[in-house]
T-cell receptor
Framework: DAGITQSPRHKVTETGTPVTLRCHQTENHRYMYWYRQDPGHGLRLIHYSYGVKDTDKGEVSDGYSVSRSKTEDFLLTLESATSSQTSVYFCAISQQGNEQFFGPGTRLTVL | GENVEQHPSTLSVQEGDSAVIKCTYS??????FPWYKQELGKGPQLIID?????GEKKDQRIAVTLNKTAKHFSLHITETQPEDSAVYFCAAPGGNRDDKIIFGKGTRLHILP
């Protein structure tokens, strides 16, 4: 998976609790992305980062925030998890913003 | 913004036959078109891509063709094998920036024995 790890790989949480997912890369790529994957919707971009402390919203950013304090780590936070955020979350990295390489995913269940 | 449509959503072919998956895009300025393969329980894997300055690209049994005038591009898999069974996604740059890509909704390919 191109030097990308995601943690945790599986998480079950309750509605209203905060959740943070971590993406870690060893490739020193500039760009990092968070996607969610749901049946019938494919992959949808949540947020992405084009450098340390530089982030931008994707098409489904409501309810999510991100932070990137160093090149290798990109954190996705759900401030107050809802059942609609039950999904599989993928992190991706890219050197120039086009060819993207994906991590193994995190399966999140919000009860 | 960019809109990517992918067809069919499901495709079944006999082992050894060819499979074709088609995508259309809306932004005529788009210039990069990747294809991803996702196996069960794994993240998507980039398998081939094409840029707008060429019409076709091949890599062993897979090829991608691009028709910029019609704004569509296709993935061709020849001599299909059981390990080709997976979900395939096309993508195109999202909006004005080339550092985001928009994915099609995916095609589940079944290779029948």
């Amino acid at each position: 998976d191109a030097g990308i790890t995601q943690s945790p790989r599986h998480k079950v949480t309750e509605t209203g609790t905060p959740v943070t997912l971590r993406c870690h890369q060893t490739e020193n790529h500039r760009y990092m992305y968070w996607y969610r994957q749901d049946p019938g919707h494919g992959l949808r971009l949540i947020h992405y980062s084009y450098g340390v402390k530089d982030t931008d919203k994707g098409e489904v950013s409501d309810g999510y925030s991100v932070s990137r304090s160093k090149t290798e780590d990109f954190l996705l936070t759900l401030e107050s998890a809802t059942s609609s955020q039950t999904s599989v979350y993928f992190c991706a990295i890219s050197q120039q913003g086009n060819e993207q390489f994906f991590g193994p995913g995190t399966r999140l269940t919000v009860l | 913004g960019e809109n990517v449509e992918q067809h069919p959503s499901t495709l079944s072919v006999q082992e050894g036959d060819s499979a074709v998956i088609k995508c259309t895009y809306s932004d005529s300025a788009s210039n990069y078109f990747p294809w991803y393969k996702q196996e069960l329980g794994k993240g998507p894997q980039l398998i081939i891509d094409i840029r707008s300055n060429v019409g076709e690209k091949k890599d062993q049994r897979i090829a991608v063709t691009l028709n910029k005038t019609a704004k569509h591009f296709s993935l061709h898999i020849t001599e299909t094998q059981p390990e080709d069974s997976a979900v395939y996604f096309c993508a195109a740059p999202g909006g004005n920036r080339d550092d985001k890509i928009i994915f099609g909704k995916g095609t589940r390919l079944h290779i029948l024995p």
